[in-house]
């Protein structure tokens, strides 16, 4: 009865295929590609969704390409759908102090997945310009009020920087790859637990290798030096080499992250 069954679906699917199959090429600008793919892809799994229209997007091409497949009338929904996308997609370029770059970012990007996510827009932040952008695209409305909220987040970051008497006050130290993962340490405790003692704020940039630290003068120094003894400390370390089995190895992975707390040790 199975196979049955299973020949009946395969069956229906070619007559599907073979009978008012359509399919469409549209080529995709690039501002317009995240606002199409959507947060973790909620927007064109929506279109397939809402149209029964296969929906494939080939980022590789330039300009990105948007294949769309299945029954003619499907095609047509989801074409109609992608096409107003793409002709409605604006972008806007704020520039703003690092500062308030960083109060985007932060070390999780969450504040600028929630305002992507109220607002429907997609957020870039280019940290490494000075001044740094923040790049909003998305539909008119849509990046209107993203502007808002990021524009909003700047004044913050510059009325407290005007209260505490200071101008973007920061550092930037270069590490290996090794000591800065001792800096942020596991889960980020250890980069946490030096912002919540010094009152500093702490971005790490695993590409470029950087601890960078920003705030109040005193707040800064302090952190500095928390960050430089770590790295000083991992320099001056020694290193171990020990041959397990591989049941041993999993035992020990399932265990690393609170042997590396208790140990203060990297383990791999």
């Known amino acids: 009865r199975a196979c049955a069954a299973v020949d009946e679906i395969i069956q229906g699917s070619a007559r599907e295929v073979t009978g008012g199959a359509g399919e469409e090429v549209i080529e995709c600008p690039e501002i317009a590609v995240h606002v199409l793919i959507g947060l973790n892809g909620e927007t064109v799994r929506g279109i397939e969704r809402d149209t029964g229209a296969r929906v494939d997007m080939n980022r590789s091409r330039k300009p990105c390409t948007v294949r769309i497949t299945g029954r003619r009338e499907c095609v047509d929904r989801a074409c109609a759908v992608v096409n107003e996308i793409i002709q ?3 972008m806007e370029v704020i520039e703003c102090s690092r500062a308030a770059a960083l109060g985007l970012i932060d070390r999780n990007g969450s504040e600028k997945k929630r305002i992507g996510r109220e ?75 030096i912002e919540r003692d010094t009152g500093a704020r702490i971005h790490t940039d695993r590409t470029s290798k950087t601890v960078r630290i920003s705030g109040k003068k005193e707040d800064v120094d302090r952190a500095f030096e928390a960050v430089n003894k770590i790295i000083k400390d991992h320099e001056n370390s020694s290193e171990e080499v020990i041959q397990c089995d591989r049941a041993a190895a999993r035992h020990l992975a399932s265990r690393r992250g609170r042997m590396e707390r208790d140990t203060r040790t990297r383990i791999d």
Do not use: F
Not at 120 to 142: A, E, F, H, Y
Not at 149 to 169: A, L, T
């Open 88 to 90: 409605s997609t604006v």
């Open 119 to 193: 607002t429907g827009t997609m957020l870039s932040v280019n940290d490494s310009r000075n001044p740094c952008t923040v790049q909003i695209t998305g539909k008119r409305r849509c990046v209107d009020h993203a502007c808002q909220i990021v524009n909003e987040i700047i004044q913050r970051s510059q009325r407290g920087e005007k209260e505490s008497g200071r101008s973007g006050n920061e550092e930037v130290i270069q590490c290996s790859q090794a000591a800065l993962t001792l800096v942020i340490g596991p889960g980020g405790e250890t980069v946490d637990g």
